[in-house]
């Protein structure tokens, strides 16, 4: 693939058998995906190489073997082209305290390019975006956290790129102040069609805002695509809510079992894994049989929990 050439995806960021070491420091060994336009969750535990894949997307690393393709080129010999088009707000708070916040944002604007008049009107402009406008002269060292984060925002988005990458953008904030972050995030990609990666660890977070996902544990990839995609390669089945009591449902869990199903019962919800029709006729079988009534029957929707859990074991 040539540096100018995007994959035939037309995949934003497209990794293909990519490691990274630090001496003895496996930090990547296989890693492959297509990340493609939305939001895309890079997902895994503390540790387990995202903010390492990171940095090689912003061409701060080179990686060791492998290829990586972002926006078209290579970002370690295109890297000034490829940041051009990028924004990142790293996940650490440490920010110049003396420094306003205006002037760090238009600061940022002028290092990618944009003339100081234009980055001065950009800062401000990302600054009331994030609900910080009439906070943008203040010293960044008397801001809380969830201020900064949104400072990094801003910084990350004044010159209009065409990806973000957003390092733990939630850390350190209460969950009154994750959520309005999220939906910041949501609200920044779907109006102004900006393009973010979003690096978690918290599974909810991804499942509540992102179109795809990148799942990276032990160095490697363990699952990737759209989280319609990973639901549907992924096993299925019936959720059931029985007119019983919970021993109802431990017992009628138990015979599905006996028949050969992989049944849970939590409370009087009922879980029946499995893709055949059948399964639901032998879940409803199983509450007539007890004379027991169906309060709800429906397909079991996979959570972004459940397909991390079945492809980690």
């Known amino acids: 693939m040539s540096d100018h050439q995007l994959p035939a995806s037309d995949a934003l960021v497209s990794a293909r058998n990519v490691a990274k070491s630090y001496g003895s420091f496996m930090a990547l060994a296989d890693v492959s995906f297509d990340i493609m336009p939305g939001i895309t969750g890079l997902l895994g535990a503390n540790g387990a190489g995202k903010t390492t894949m990171m ?25 000034t082209t490829v940041r051009e088009r990028l924004g990142y707000a790293p996940e650490h708070h440490t920010l110049p305290p003396d420094l306003r916040a205006a002037d760090f944002v238009r600061h940022v604007a002028e290092l990618h390019g944009l003339p100081s008049a234009e980055a001065t009107t950009r800062a401000s402009d990302a600054l009331w975006l994030v609900g910080l406008g009439e906070e943008r002269f203040r010293p960044m060292g008397t801001m ?22 957003l390092d733990e953008p939630t850390d350190g904030l209460d969950p009154m102040q994750r959520d309005a972050m999220l939906d910041l995030i949501s609200q920044i990609a779907s109006e102004y069609g900006i393009n973010i990666i979003l690096s978690s660890h918290l599974l909810e977070e991804v499942e509540r805002i992102c179109d795809g996902v990148v799942i990276v544990g032990d160095g490697v990839t363990v699952a990737s695509g759209s989280l319609a995609e990973l639901r549907g390669t992924s096993s299925s089945g019936v959720s059931m809510e029985i007119d019983g009591s919970v021993d109802d449902a431990e017992q009628i869990a138990a015979g599905l079992c006996e028949l050969g199903l992989q049944a ?50």
């Open 144 to 165: 809380s956290t969830g201020q900064r984060q949104r400072v990094k925002l801003a910084q990350a988005i004044a010159h209009d790129p065409q990806l973000v990458l």
């Open 55 to 79: 940095g090689m997307i912003i061409g701060l690393h080179a990686i060791d073997s492998g290829s990586l393709n972002v926006l078209g080129h290579d970002p370690w010999h295109s890297g």
């Open 264 to 313: 849970t019962a939590t409370g009087r919800r009922i879980v029946v894994e499995g893709n055949d029709d059948t399964v639901f006729d032998l879940a409803r079988d199983a509450c007539a049989a007890r004379g027991l009534g169906i309060i709800r029957l429906n397909r079991h929707r996979l959570s972004l929990e459940d397909v991390f859990i079945e492809r980690m074991t």
